[in-house]
């Protein structure tokens, strides 16, 4: 479902030198799979869940969502393909606060080749147990709330793949355990393969896959001596 | 969901920033509103009153704008008065006759001739040859000098052939309500400025209430009057009520209220014109008030009336002298020609090419005067009253003064109210710009969810145009309230109610751009096409919108998602 060969990524800096973020041989993420990403801060992995929804362009190599190399797309066509392929969840749930819970789950669909369906964003709410809360803005609802209408939203597109960045690193340890088992049981749902970057070990431990970003990342290896 | 609904939505959140910066759409898109339609609606009322029916106006030598503002449109000082002879010059043989029989110099010649026929009847005597002699000498000089005079009295006016009418009018003087400030001119003129004069595009006078005064009424005499429907409705007078006129400008020197009570007839129905804010006189009731009888130049052997008094006795034939007239009776008195002036003549002119030639020929003769003989004239006028009279063209004047002031003063207003709305425009840009750093995150969670460039920029455009749109409606809405709430000053000063549904008049447009255009058949199509400029204030403020909504547009358009998510 998800191929990465030799990925690599470097940043321009302000005097012209380029600072390489990522290097990687090779990333893959079948169908329906469930993975966690762990690693150190600074090790690329948010640039490594960029680089798989499209939003930045690797310097080199591939990368195949569902079969379909996006490297060599337009920005446009990437934007197109992340709205119907890619779900996303933020750290810091990035709900628009304009919206209500309803209307933000929508907003997922507004922009993808489908039809916004208010039926299946009121599906969605009432499976992550907002079924009460539609018409509630972001800033009505508690934190654990607020992440399960990020869930809901990034699932609202039917994706291919649902990239987690740190879902539970703003939520209290109380509600943690349920945004992870809300996000895997609802991609086991929906067959949606999953890739969760995560700090917190206790949540990593939980995945059958667990990668480890500064042990595959030859540029992050190089600088410890791993590689 | 649409662009539309996330669009409204940005707009709500940002609820009390949208509301000002829509209000200050509004405000100026009020002021253009107000501005196009009262200004165009103004100018409308100034065309068609420049065509009420008439070609020319005679009247005192000064400015001819100012001669065409105080007749046509009520406004500013009348410039100085003409001799009644120039009414007289375009009458026909009856008025004009009886006008001549009631003048001092006929009747001083009237006396003559009575001393003549005693003269006759004394050389006719047995046994006076000698005084018959004298008498039959006296008779006929008296007859050579004067029989050119008296045949001519009752002739056609010099100018009488060449013109449909002529409508005289007098202006001066004003009616103050009582226990108030306001005052409107008062203008006396006889029965023919009903009859004969229209309302633009051939339309009578209607009475809301009453009838117009005849010249000679058999109810009121010669002291009716007719109100304007903004007097009556301003004044609150009835038809049968009495009120007095002012001498002058009410607080000005020399103004006081005349003593002479004038009784509404009528009142008329609401015409848009400045004729709603007049007092119409009866002219010759108008002339029997003492400060309006004109002084005549000394002669000899010749009965002058200087003052009402004389004037009574002599008018009135049964009346033995020193016997003091009622004012029943005084109301019956007409003055005589030499002590009747005018303030102008609305002359329609016989012009059966309809190429308005004749009114230019006739322009030269009139000017020219050559009125002195129609009476022994230097008797009773100084010689250069002969001359004092110009003769314009209202519709010529009235292009002048539009060419001149009122079209300038437009689109120095149009200029300053469309700079408000740019300003208002500036402010939508002020206000989307100080949200963008809020916006740029938000912009980026949308591209992460799959939003295109274009979208977002769209959503920015979209904003952009719906808080202009709001500020237009309510601008406009807020435009036509302004206009129903200036009516009645605007009113007052022009004559010309503003209504809420009345539209900016049609116009060419698009003529400023004639120098862009070119010279194709579409260009001159498009520079002469009209239309009322209120229908271009929608297009104008999406323009304005867009060309505001631009620059965050493209700022949205080029956020960079990786790091605007991080922020």
């Not at chain 2, 018959?132 to 000089?141: F, H």
């Not at chain 2, 409107?184 to 004069?197: G, H, M």
């Not at chain 2, 003055?335 to 230019?360: I, N, Y």
């Not at chain 2, 120098?515 to 002469?528: C, E, H, I, Q, T």
Request: glycine share 8%.
């Amino acid at each position: 479902m998800l191929e990465l060969k030799n990925v690599k990524k470097a940043f321009i800096q302000p005097d012209g030198s380029k600072t390489p973020i990522l290097d990687l041989p090779e990333y893959n993420l079948k169908a329906g799979e469930q993975a966690a990403l762990i690693g150190p801060s600074g090790c690329g992995k948010t640039t490594l869940l960029h680089i798989i929804a499209g939003i930045v362009r690797p310097t080199s190599g591939s990368v195949k969502i569902d079969g379909v190399e996006i490297t060599k797309f337009s920005e446009a066509t990437r934007d197109r393909l992340r709205a119907n392929k890619v779900g996303y969840v933020f750290q810091t749930f990035n709900l628009l606060p304009a919206f209500s819970a309803l209307e933000n789950v929508m907003l997922g669909m507004a922009f993808s080749s489908g039809r916004a369906s208010s039926t299946r964003a009121r599906e969605l709410l009432q499976r992550v147990g907002l079924g009460h809360r539609l018409s509630s803005r972001p800033k009505m609802m508690s934190v654990g709330e607020q992440q399960r209408v990020a869930v809901a939203r990034a699932l609202a597109n039917r994706p291919k793949i649902l990239l987690a960045d740190e879902p539970t690193a703003n939520v209290d340890p109380a509600n943690q355990q349920q945004v992870i088992d809300l996000i895997r049981n609802n991609c086991r749902q929906e067959g949606v393969a999953l890739l969760l970057v995560t700090h917190a070990m206790n949540v990593a431990e939980q995945f059958e896959r667990v990668d480890r970003l500064d042990e595959i990342n030859r540029v992050v290896a190089a600088a410890r001596g791993v590689a | 969901m649409s662009i539309l609904k996330i669009a409204w939505r940005s707009i709500q959140h940002r609820g009390l920033g949208s509301l000002l910066t829509v209000i200050s759409m509004a405000l100026g898109v009020m002021m253009v509103v107000s501005v196009l339609s009262i200004n165009g609606l103004v100018s409308r009322s100034f065309r068609n009153n420049s065509s009420f029916g008439y070609d020319l106006i005679v009247g005192a030598r000064g400015g001819g704008t100012q001669l065409t503002l105080s007749s046509v449109f009520f406004l500013g000082r009348a410039i100085e008065t003409i001799p009644y002879e120039y009414y007289l010059a375009f009458c026909d043989k009856e008025t004009r006759s009886k006008e001549f029989r009631n003048s001092i110099a006929y009747r001083g010649n009237e006396e003559q001739f009575r001393a003549l026929e005693a003269l006759n009847a004394v050389r006719m005597a047995p046994g006076s040859a000698g005084w018959g002699a004298i008498a039959e000498g006296l008779a006929t000089d008296f007859l050579n000098r004067h029989q050119t005079a008296f045949m001519q009295i009752d002739e056609r006016g010099l100018f009488s052939n060449y013109v449909n009418f002529a409508v005289p009018i007098l202006l001066g003087d004003t009616y103050q309500i009582e226990n108030s400030d306001a005052y409107f001119k008062v203008c006396a003129t006889n029965r023919d400025y009903f009859d004969k004069l229209t309302l633009g595009e051939g339309k009578k006078f209607e009475l809301a209430s009453g009838r117009f005064f005849d010249n000679d009424d058999s109810e009121v005499g010669y002291f009716g009057c007719v109100m304007g429907a903004l007097v009556a409705k301003t004044s609150g007078k009835k038809v049968g009520d009495q009120i007095k006129v002012t001498h002058g400008i009410p607080g000005e020197s020399g103004a006081h209220i005349h003593d002479q009570l004038f009784t509404i007839t009528g009142i008329l129905a609401p015409t848009g014109t400045p004729n709603d804010r007049v007092v119409f006189a009866n002219m010759e009731g108008f002339y029997l008030i003492n400060d309006h009888v004109k002084p005549v130049v000394e002669s000899t052997g010749i009965n002058l009336r200087p003052d009402r008094d004389e004037a009574k006795s002599l008018a009135d034939e049964g009346t033995k002298p020193g016997v003091e007239l009622s004012d029943e009776e005084l109301s019956t008195v007409r003055l005589p020609v030499e002590q009747r002036e005018l303030t102008a003549l609305l002359v329609s002119v016989f012009d059966e090419e309809g190429f308005g030639l004749a009114a230019q020929y006739l322009q030269q003769p009139i000017e020219q005067g050559n009125l002195a003989s129609t009476l022994n004239w230097s008797k009773f006028r100084p010689l250069q009253a002969q001359t004092s009279a110009q003769c314009v063209n209202p519709v010529q004047e009235v292009m002048r003064l539009f060419v001149y002031f009122v079209e300038p003063a437009k689109w120095i207003l149009l200029a300053l109210t469309t700079l408000i709305c740019v300003v208002s425009g500036l402010s939508i840009l002020v206000g989307i710009y100080n949200s963008m750093s809020q916006r740029q995150h938000e912009i980026a969670v949308m591209r992460a969810l799959g939003a295109r460039r274009s979208h977002v920029m769209l959503i920015m455009l979209t904003e952009a145009i719906m808080l202009a749109l709001a500020g237009g409606l309510i601008g406009w809405l807020g435009g036509r309230a302004l206009n129903v709430a200036l009516s009645p000053i605007v009113e007052r000063q022009t004559g010309v109610p503003v209504r809420f549904w009345d539209f900016a008049p049609a116009e060419p447009v698009f003529a400023v751009l004639s120098p862009l255009l070119g010279n194709s058949d579409f260009a001159s199509r498009l520079v002469k096409f009209q239309m009322s400029p209120e229908l271009l204030l929608i297009p104008g403020l999406i323009i304005l919108a867009v060309l505001v909504g631009v620059y965050p547009a493209i700022s949205a358009y080029r956020t960079d998602v990786a790091k605007s998510l991080g922020k």
